[in-house]
């Protein structure tokens, strides 16, 4: 089982730290997984959910632990000669990241090789899928 904090989160949505690589190596120092938005601007890299914020570096974002929401289609075209895990959607029911996986949309049906995003949005009786992306991480690793 995944266990991908969202943007970093771990307990909550926290929009002051979100997406930054400090409140990222913190989730990931904790052995979690980190789901992060990604932006290509003018030939780099940045992290922000709306807008490019904090450049990175592509060694950065090629970390395995990563799952790189790509905001925009050149983005997407960017990633595609990279060792990073991405993807890109809007409110699709599913989208299929690069390495197989079902970003699931809240709400939506759950299959083995799902990944389950912000389940806290839906009323999921259970999870039967491949991972679990929330702001609320944390209490989902403990009651597993």
Sequence with gaps: MFYISHRGNLNGPDTRYENSIEYINHALERGFDVEVDVHY??????????EPTFQVSLDFLENKK?????????TMGAFYKTK??????ETDAVTLTN???YWTYPGNKLFENSI???PEKSDYKSFFCKGIC???ILKYKNND
């Design 99 to 101: 390495k197989g996986y």
């Design 66 to 74: 990563l799952w790189c929401h790509a905001k925009s289609m050149d």
């Design 84 to 89: 990073c895990h991405y993807f890109w959607h």
């Design 41 to 50: 601007f003018k030939g780099n890299f940045y992290l922000g959910h709306d």
């Design 134 to 136: 929330s702001d609320y």
């Design 116 to 118: 389950c995003v912000l």
